[in-house]
């Protein structure tokens, strides 16, 4: 069993930079890949950025290369994701959410991960 908590979502300005924080709780953390997904009003939920166990494999939307960073800490039970150049278009519920393996190649797919956070939101003004 994992349990998730977000946070450091917020109102930024077009440009501005967020770093959002996932608190594990649960012996499992640092043996599974971990992901982060975002949900804009009315729109379905969209991958963001994966993460395998170690860190060492790591896959970003298009959307968000280069301008977010995913990091892990399994020490500190701790992902991590670095927002640069926020868009107005990047408005939405972030989620952060567990799987149940160390990797796995739909990494993409919502729904192959079983643990999911309450969300924070991050809101990007123009």
């Known amino acids: 069993q994992v349990q998730l908590v977000e946070s450091g979502g917020g109102l930024v300005q077009a440009g501005g930079s967020l770093r959002l924080s996932c608190a594990a709780s649960?012996?499992?953390?640092?043996?599974?890949?971990m992901g982060w997904f975002r949900q804009a009003p009315g729109k379905e939920r969209q991958f963001v950025v994966a993460i395998n166990w170690s860190g060492g494999r790591i896959y970003y939307a298009d959307s968000v290369k280069g301008r977010f960073t995913i990091s892990r800490d399994n020490a500190k039970n701790t992902v991590w994701l670095r927002m640069n150049s926020l868009k107005s278009e990047d408005t939405a519920v972030y989620y952060c959410a567990a799987a149940t393996l160390p990797w796995f190649f739909e990494y993409s797919d919502s729904s192959q991960y079983h643990y999911w956070g309450q969300g924070t939101q991050v809101t990007v003004s123009s």
């Open positions: 649960g012996r499992t953390f640092s043996s599974v890949a």
